[in-house]
């Protein structure tokens, strides 16, 4: 029998304890153990980004994160971003998912959280980017079914939005490099 590792730490605004066995990555911890399906298991080596998470509001691979280094930190996954809107005195679902939703931003929905996340992190250091950073912010993300201009259109909507401007001229975006 393998030992297991306790862990605290912060997820989704709420302070969780759990234990893991020591080579469980932050993927498997959120999956297995704190049942947030919403992080998703894609390609297990990070090359698709649909495992992406926030980490102390950074977006980092939960496949390639070994949970026992997440001791103490805060993890954000996609099922905490309208619990924490309404938190912070928002009202309905968080705008970046509202914007998701409303651009069309999904087919299958597989890799949305990761990408949602990715441009939170974004949104959160540069409230206003340009479609190059956006572009370059969701590079790590890989969508197999929308060719990413509705998603690049939802992250330009959620940013005019909040600055309460209206959004960019949609025009066809180059898929990320």
């Given at each position: 029998m393998r030992q297991l590792q306790?862990?605290?730490?912060?997820?989704?605004?709420?302070?969780?304890?759990?234990?893991?066995?020591?080579?469980?990555?932050?993927?498997?911890?959120?999956?297995?153990?704190?049942?947030?399906?919403?992080?998703?298991?894609?390609?297990?080596?990070?090359?698709?980004?649909?495992?992406?998470?926030?980490?102390?509001?950074?977006?980092?691979?939960?496949?390639?994160?070994?949970?026992?280094?997440?001791?103490?930190?805060d993890v954000t996954t996609i099922e905490g971003l309208t619990p924490l809107h309404l938190r912070a005195g928002g009202t309905g679902p968080d705008p970046l998912q509202d914007a998701f939703d409303r651009s069309g931003a999904l087919q299958c929905g597989f890799c949305q959280p990761g990408m949602i996340l990715s441009a939170k992190a974004l949104l959160a250091r540069t409230p206003r980017p340009t479609r190059q950073e956006i572009l370059h912010a969701l590079s790590g993300n890989l969508c197999r079914c929308t060719g990413y201009t509705q998603i690049v259109q939802a992250v330009e909507?959620?940013?005019?939005?909040?600055?309460?401007?209206?959004?960019?001229?949609?025009?066809?975006?180059?898929e990320p490099a």
């Open positions: 306790a862990l605290q730490l912060t997820v989704n605004g709420d302070a969780v304890e759990l234990a893991v066995p020591a080579h469980w990555t932050l993927l498997e911890a959120l999956r297995y153990r704190l049942g947030l399906t919403g992080t998703k298991q894609g390609c297990d080596k990070g090359d698709c980004g649909a495992c992406t998470v926030l980490l102390d509001g950074e977006p980092v691979l939960a496949c390639l994160t070994l949970a026992v280094t997440v001791e103490g930190r909507l959620a940013a005019a939005e909040a600055a309460g401007e209206p959004p960019a001229p949609t025009h066809a975006a180059a």
